[in-house]
């Protein structure tokens, strides 16, 4: 009977040659890669003139594709800026600052570009830092019109900058809208709402910022001189470049200027 217990050893083996092997240790999860800080510093540049005027200014930059167009990052008075196209127009003036702020979360949201200024309001090629919005080209015909030109109107913050404004711009309202400056109604409207130049995205640029919570600054340089006569640049393409890369220089020449006093108010911690 010696041969029971092998038989018996025998058809264990068997069995268990025909079991699942056991599933190895799961491997020990990765550690989380830690959030890396986005930029301090975000510039929103709206035309796309106004981009290839800037894109020129930094030649060796490496753009990158987003929903809106390109963006690049380039060092300015010591820190990363990112730089990224907007879009013309109010629909994409807003998406894009709306995804520059969920995408990057920056300190200070800029917009640098240009605007019409209004006869006898403001010289052309002069800087504007807008201290308010008021969405103008508003239609209603079912009421009163002027109570959603109110309700769009943007006072934007701007006592964090402690004063500090380098190269002393012009501090005004700008009158923003999906159209240039019509000559028949520009003077009337300044006299309206105290305005000193017209645009196409600082409405929606300031008004969205506003809604989120984030510093905003927005500059402005004034292309041309928008007249009852008309404007040196409308009809002119060739014209509008030409001023456009004038002003694009002026602004990112006194953005280092402007960094700096940011860091220095503590804008930027």
Not at 1 to 22: C, G, N
């Amino acid at each position: 009977m010696r041969w029971i217990p092998r038989v018996f050893a025998v058809v264990l083996v068997t069995l268990l040659a025909w079991l699942p092997a056991a599933p190895a240790p799961a491997p020990a999860a990765a550690p989380a890669p830690a959030a890396v800080p986005g930029p301090r510093v975000v510039v929103l540049v709206s035309a796309n003139a106004e981009w290839t005027a800037l894109r020129g200014l930094y030649p060796s930059a490496q753009p990158e594709r987003t929903p809106y167009g390109e963006s690049f990052t380039a060092a300015v008075a010591g820190e990363s800026v990112l730089f990224l196209q907007g879009g013309w127009g109010k629909i994409d003036a807003a998406a894009s600052t709306q995804y520059a702020i969920d995408r990057f979360r920056p300190r200070v949201l800029v917009n640098l570009g240009t605007c019409g200024g209004i006869a006898g309001r403001v010289e052309r090629f002069a800087t504007v830092l807008v201290a308010k919005t008021v969405v103008y080209d508003i239609v209603e015909r079912m009421g009163d019109a002027q109570e959603a030109i109110d309700a769009y109107a943007t006072a934007l913050d701007l006592a964090w900058m402690k004063g500090a404004a380098p190269g002393h711009p012009l501090a005004g309202t700008m009158l923003s809208g999906d159209r240039d400056g019509d000559p028949a109604e520009v003077a009337g409207l300044g006299a309206k709402y105290g305005a000193v130049a017209v645009d196409w995205e600082s409405g929606s640029i300031a008004r969205v910022a506003r809604k989120n919570g984030v510093r905003v600054v927005i500059l402005r340089g004034v292309s041309d001189v928008v007249t009852p006569q008309g404007s040196a640049v409308y009809g002119a393409p060739g014209a509008f470049a030409e001023a456009t890369a004038r002003v694009m220089k002026t602004l990112a020449g006194a953005l280092p200027g402007w960094i700096a006093a940011w860091r220095a108010a503590g804008a930027l911690d």
